[in-house]
T-cell receptor
Framework: GAVVSQHPSWVICKSGTSVKIECRSL??????MFWYRQFPKQSLMLMAT?????????EQGVEKDKFLINHASLTLSTLTVTSAHPEDSSFYIC?????????????FGPGTRLTVL | AQKVTQAQTEISVVEKEDVTLDCVYE???????LFWYKQPPSGELVFLIR??????QNEISGRYSWNFQKSTSSFNFTITASQVVDSAVYFC???????????????FGTGTQLKVEL
C-alpha cells in the first residue's frame, strides 16, 4: 500500500515553455501532498504544501506564479513549471499523506527529472 | 526551529560489515516524529521507519535496527551485514506533532551517502 506515482519520470523542454508534472496516490486518498525539488547531491527542499480543494501554501522564496500547484482531487496534484528556464532544471519529487490517526508518514513518488535547454 | 543533522556525508564499507548512520535532531516540541528514508540511485525515496517521540523502544527489522535516544536527541540507524544493494543515500527527517488531519512538514537532514563495496 501507500503507492505514489509521478508522470512523467523525465522531461526535456526548451526554455520558455511550460511543463506539467502529475502526482497521484494510487491506493489511498491523499488529503495533503507536498512538492520538493532536489539538486544533485543535496537534500530535499520543500517547495509547497497542497491540500485538496484549497490553495497551495508555498515556502519562502518559492515563486507561486512560476510553480503552479493544483490539488484538484484526493488522488491527484499537479505542478506546472511556467516559462521554464535552465535554472529550473532539477529533480522534482512529490509526496502524499492521508488523513487519519497516523497522518505524518509521507510517501514519495519516484520523482521527475526536468531538464530545460 | 527544527533541525536535523547528519554529520556523516559519505560512508564506505565492505560488504558484510555493520554500519551505523547517525542522526541528531533539534526541536522544541515534546511530541514529534522521526523518520528514515532511503534514496537509491533511481531517485525514489523509500520509507523505512517512523517513530514518535513517546516511543523510545528500539526497533529491529531484518538487518535494519534503529536506536532512539531522547536524552541525546539521536535516532541512529544500523545496517547489519551490509550488502551492495544497501548502497544509497539515507535521509533522517523530523516532523512536529499535528493535531488535525493531514500531513505535516518534514525537516530533512542533508543525507548520508552509503557505499557498500564487494
Amino acid at each position: 500500500g501507500a503507492v505514489v506515482s509521478q508522470h512523467p519520470s523525465w522531461v526535456i523542454c526548451k526554455s520558455g515553455t511550460s511543463v506539467k508534472i502529475e502526482c497521484r496516490s494510487l491506493d489511498f486518498q491523499a488529503t495533503t501532498m507536498f512538492w520538493y525539488r532536489q539538486f544533485p547531491k543535496q537534500s530535499l527542499m520543500l517547495m509547497a504544501t497542497s491540500n485538496e480543494g484549497s490553495k497551495a501554501t508555498y515556502e519562502q522564496g518559492v515563486e507561486k506564479d512560476k510553480f503552479l500547484i493544483n490539488h484538484a482531487s484526493l488522488t491527484l496534484s499537479t505542478l506546472t513549471v511556467t516559462s521554464a528556464h535552465p535554472e529550473d532544471s532539477s529533480f522534482y519529487i512529490c509526496s502524499a499523506t492521508s488523513g487519519g490517526l497516523y497522518t505524518d508518514t509521507q510517501y514519495f513518488g519516484p520523482g521527475t527529472r526536468l531538464t530545460v535547454l | 526551529a527544527q533541525k536535523v543533522t547528519q554529520a556523516q556525508t559519505e560512508i564506505s564499507v565492505v560488504e558484510k560489515e555493520d554500519v551505523t548512520l547517525d542522526c541528531v535532531y533539534e526541536t522544541r516540541d515534546t511530541t514529534y516524529y522521526l523518520f528514515w528514508y532511503k534514496q537509491p540511485p533511481s531517485g525514489e525515496l523509500v520509507f523505512l521507519i517512523r517513530r514518535n517521540s513517546f516511543d523510545e523502544q528500539n526497533e529491529i527489522s531484518g538487518r535494519y535496527s534503529w536506536n532512539f535516544q531522547k536524552s541525546t536527541s539521536s535516532f541512529n540507524f544500523t545496517i547489519t551485514a551490509s550488502q551492495v544493494v544497501d548502497s544509497a543515500v539515507y535521509f533522517c527527517a523530523l516532523s512536529e506533532d499535528i493535531l488535525t488531519g493531514g500531513g505535516n512538514k518534514l525537516t530533512f537532514g542533508t543525507g548520508t551517502q552509503l557505499k557498500v563495496e564487494l
